[in-house]
């Protein structure tokens, strides 16, 4: 009888806390969320997933979740190798930032920059947005974040799931679920943040503003742009080479026409293998002892504050831009400077509709939508540099 | 933004940790660092057309249509299901056409 | 003429034993069995291979086999590494059971629960037929095995390669060859083992029993499937979590309908990229001297013996569920609860038409089928739980 | 099964290792366990029709159309899409041959 | 004030060496010639655009090349494991041998050995070019390499880059940059340095000859030849069983007929997969300090001497061969002998076509091409096993 | 080419390293392994189909047509292939309707 005792000592059913039942129930949120408001499914589905396995209690002594890391002891003056649980492993191109360059090399292969090739003041757009990352960072450091983990939170405002990811492990890997959970977060609930924003700081003859077709752009022009962006981004940032060196070396798969079936696979069959292995991964990792901390709803705090602040300095940057231009940029189109691609680029096109039904701003959003992506790497790179 | 930051630093002077002004300066050079870097993409990609315009006097750009054809590997559909079943529907066609004819 | 001489003993000629001959041949009649009966070729041409190449005889000190392992040693007060083979790399997701789950989660995106869901009575016939994994169990501990490779050995009646795969790897990894190499040979020879239990244990006019066709699931019994299975499952049986966890969510994946690139990219390129490296490597450390031993003959016998069992407990209670239902199930359905999916399954539907011709039984079957699948996962997670 | 077991061990006393009682325990709680799992299981699924027969008045189940439309690069072909252009082409085929005859 | 210096500090315009520079250049010129030239592009672009991203100068203490490799440092009488850059751990597949047996496997899956099986006699052309690699080996042992650092410089001649690399990362892991760089140089090369050699061993009259066509080759021969094949090569040099094991398993994926979405995969997905991550790894390993020496010159001659002489090798051996046959070989085929395939089988078609517009030799030339594959292979093995 | 390296070697005898002979053996014996493996895989593959010939007589090759039908998934074709082919097979049915409606 001893051994049907323990049988049920094994059982979850005794040893749930709280805590666990929570993330669990955050999981089943984050998956109706994806199912039912189609926000970020191919994200919010493996996390929500994850967290529901990632919280299920487990009997001490069997090393099954993520954090159960391999390790390496010495005995009788040799070097003796425990193996870790599954899940750590999967989880180690999470904790080592394997992962995200990975993703950046199939979004780089995804990614059409043409119209920011067709438009580039369109680009300061990007860097504007990047306002919200530091303003963070100040947030957080005022709220007595030490530097390092204000820095991997500030990263939130980038609305770069990959971006964050990459930053927190190097500069915080103790908040990364919850670094990782906000950023996504808030990536699928861009269009719950974004549009008040945006109706806020713009009046209705701005958002009515139609902007000039893109021109063509050439093929050489395309082939040419992935090499010549990541060398300034890369000499200007050299922090940024990892994340910025597998975008363009991904958009260079696919506009050199010549490795066709190499993109292809970067855009398919590898990001998403990366993607169910990123995103179970990290969900995860939200084991409520660990992720259930004040700390993590400052960090909530502070994302969505960064969201804002963010998509507030894209509508201003672009509406100061007016000023000194002859061709009018919609202010809207500002937004999208948070990158959250191609989200924010909707929901540009969709607020800009509710104004003009006749008006498509979707091309034009994406262009400081990826400019977005770019300013984000450059900003992680930055702030690792800085604060390693 | 930054002035937000100040007041509410200076609004609450005790509580600012000291690595504010740090961070303050981490944050402008950083915010300068960006900017500076996006701009310069952006001063590139508006140069671009000018200078290619300029060499593709010397080097014109002719329609590289190899990429596709050269890699024929990388199509995985399958001709063959897809031509046998096209094959069917014109062994139909012109088996009608025959009978069609014939009579008339 | 010394090194002459010495490339003469570097060939494999003089090296080669009897056992690896022998093993040679076992590889080239799985690869034939494979082509020629079509007996699980996906499983068999790989292991097979891998049987061939694991054991050409290599002269000592190279480095080329799945157990030359990589190591760390203190040289000077610093710890050096000294790298593995490959054979050892890609034999790493077989000892430290990262392949097993990936295999489940592409399982997961290819299986339709939806059989299982109209007719959840026929669930419990996937847990009759794990009767032939404990009764193994006890049969292993009874000729001498240790408790342990007693659960090792049980778990072959799963029926389920990657679950004994995973089991082995945890609780006697020096028997894995030989629990994996059972394993799938017995799957490969379901329709060999089976019907002659079938028909012994059922009479021509139970197999003649039509069942009723299966009620139309509604998407969102589906969607929420995958999630309270994993749920029941978690918790009553924590240690099948990293198997189950990654089965439903495959399943999840497709059942969403939002996710449907990753569900694709799971039960295609994914799956096969593991399955391939699984086969081959666990083929490989078939090698002779660890392979050819009493112990694995043992194995073999009490591996048919497990499936027999499995098939019997499936069949018999099938009959005697009979006894309180109205809608009489057809007992050969019970002989798809060992899991071996889809070849049980197609066996009953076959065994089924020798009776009677028009008698559709395939879909019926699927259900036992994937609950066996479940039920050998929760009986490898009891198992490690209790063993470890 | 079980049985069996015991009588091979209790066939053969002294071979039957120590650990023989303890295993059996473990295989019969072992046994139990896949069943009450599966049990549940089925438990659940028999019951979750009522529960969504409920829901459903409040929170109608519309035809989630989203999932397909909105992730056109997850199609990796459809044999169906295919075999339904063929069978367009056949159907147009037979139409055409229907209404040629019909005159002639 | 300090700080913002210190950004200034850790940009790249000041780090970059004109090393650097040059490198970055020759990254540009190799992805130049891949888009205009169409030389190799699934390599040059790859390990072009590594290259430069390998040459961004880095700030100290910042670890993102692919030599900042992850340590195990005794700390405390524990062992404390210290995380490498993101691009040390893609180029673990690089150092630890693991990608190029992965890319064999996808060769093994796409080649087609029909052309062999017809035409036997012609597989020993594919030896003859292995006169290059021996050739090379002796011209580097006497210009003062030591013999594992010329066996790797050696297999230059095999014009194989995967094996080049295998057999590079056993033997001299410093020259590894310069030998891969060397080896894929050549091979994209291969039209401008084969055709004048060719012209020049062969009389107009030889170049005319016309060759009996393949004869239909049945599916058993093709599904028994892997198999055979590898016997026959792993037990007379059991040092090529990694390579060779992967060729010929991939290739019976291909002929068994019933594993046909394995060697899908392995073809597509997973060869695609391997060659991204190898191309950008072994690009990003020439950073200038380690790649601009003395040394990486003499290996770029000996490589081009390697080709000439290989070609050279296979021509002449043809028309040895011819003293003695009935049906004459064209002589220009004993060139694809050098593999590089499809591009050397190419190019025999190109100069035949000059000679006589209506002589198809492609089919012929692909049997050397990939006998020339295993015959580099069997090489690089012979020279692991001596030079180790 | 052994001569060629011997001569170089010979004609410079003192930068020839002492590791040269040995280098030879072991370029003459690798090369030794190299062809007599190509010439074994050679004459296997000269004799197959004579003892394939033998064998045919007591295990005819069936048409062995599962390896296709038995894996559709592997199938991943090309929707645009398919839509041109498809597109071609509609427009010649367009071409022949209009003939066979203008005669008509
Ligand atoms: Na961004
Ligand atoms: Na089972
Ligand atoms: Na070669």
Redesign the pocket.
Known sequence: MDILLEFINTTGFAAMSPGNAIMILVGIVFIGLAIVKDYEPLLLVPIGMGAIVGNIPVMEGMAMGVYDHHRWIIEDGGVEYQPGSVLSYLYLGVSLGIYPPLIFLGIGAMTDFSTMLSNPKLTLL?AA??IG?FATFLGAVWLGFTLPEAGAIGII????GP?AIFLAAKLAPDLLGAIAIAAYSYMALVPVIQPPVMKLLTTREERLIRMKPPRKVSKRERMIFPIAAFLICALIAPGAITLLGMLFFGNLLKESLVTERLANTARTAFIDIVTILLGFSVGASTQADTFLKPQSLLIFGLGALSFVI?TASGVMFAKLMNRFLTDKINPLVGAA????VPDSARVVQMVGQQADPHNFLLMHAMAPNVA??????I?AGVLWSVLT | MYLLALTAAAANPQAAPDALPQALVIALSGMLIVGSALLLICLFIATMPRILAITEKFWPEVEEAHGGAAHPESHVPDDDAVLAAIGFVLHQEFQRQLQSDGPA
């Open positions: 990007g947005a990047q990352v405002g980038g609305a770069d971006t963010a400077g948070v990158s959250a977005g992506v770019i300013g984000s790497a900003a």
